[in-house]
């Protein structure tokens, strides 16, 4: 059955792996008959700070505000980022931060330590690149990019179930490499 997917792209860079992947899962997306939508952050028009954390919030730019519509009308959400520094970008976590606001993606409930979960009815693909081996990345660091998104984020919202596939060691990585990586990816896409 045909899915409304919205591929969220956190990579600065118009002319990164990233960029391709994002490219390459929307290709097998469509191929497959899904209705996609991509998201280019680095496009949109937003302060990533929180200035007020969540005391006051702030008003939401006009790309936030349509970047929310596209979310709450997703069926299947997809992050594509690079890990830097063990977790996302801040392009990518300015954009969470601005959008995933109580009241549109959770709510606390008064008086109480329990929050509803909005997005709750939605799944979620993480694609993420990366310098270190995922193995390494995996065992030595614990993943902590990973836990953060899936956990603290995404499931933190309703968003479940939730793959992550993690792709490296990309510095240095022969052409064919990359060339496997896309056509997995795209497999992705056709399979979502």
Not at 25 to 39: K, N, S, T, W
């Amino acid at each position: 059955m045909p899915k409304r997917i919205l591929i969220l792209l956190g990579h600065p860079a118009a002319d990164s792996l990233c960029g391709a992947l994002a490219d390459a899962y929307a290709a097998g997306a469509r191929h497959a008959g899904h209705e996609v939508q991509l998201i280019k952050l680095a496009e949109l028009r937003f302060d990533p700070v929180l200035h007020e954390g969540y005391k006051l919030i702030q008003p939401l730019e006009p790309d936030l505000l349509a970047a929310q519509q596209a979310i709450l009308r997703a069926q299947h959400l997809v992050l594509v980022y690079p890990t830097w520094w063990g977790g996302m970008p801040a392009l990518m976590k300015g954009f969470i931060d601005r959008t995933f606001l109580p009241g549109f993606a959770f709510k606390y409930r008064p008086g109480s330590p329990w929050w509803d979960k909005l997005l709750a009815g939605r799944s979620a693909q993480v694609i993420t690149t990366m310098d270190t081996p995922p193995w390494y990345y995996r065992l030595i660091y614990g993943s902590p990019g990973h836990r953060q998104t899936v956990r603290t984020i995404l499931r933190f919202c309703g968003v479940s179930p939730v793959r992550v596939t993690s792709i490296g060691r990309v510095k240095d990585t022969p052409p064919a490499w990359k060339a496997k990586w896309l056509a997995r990816v795209r497999r992705y896409g056709r399979q979502a």
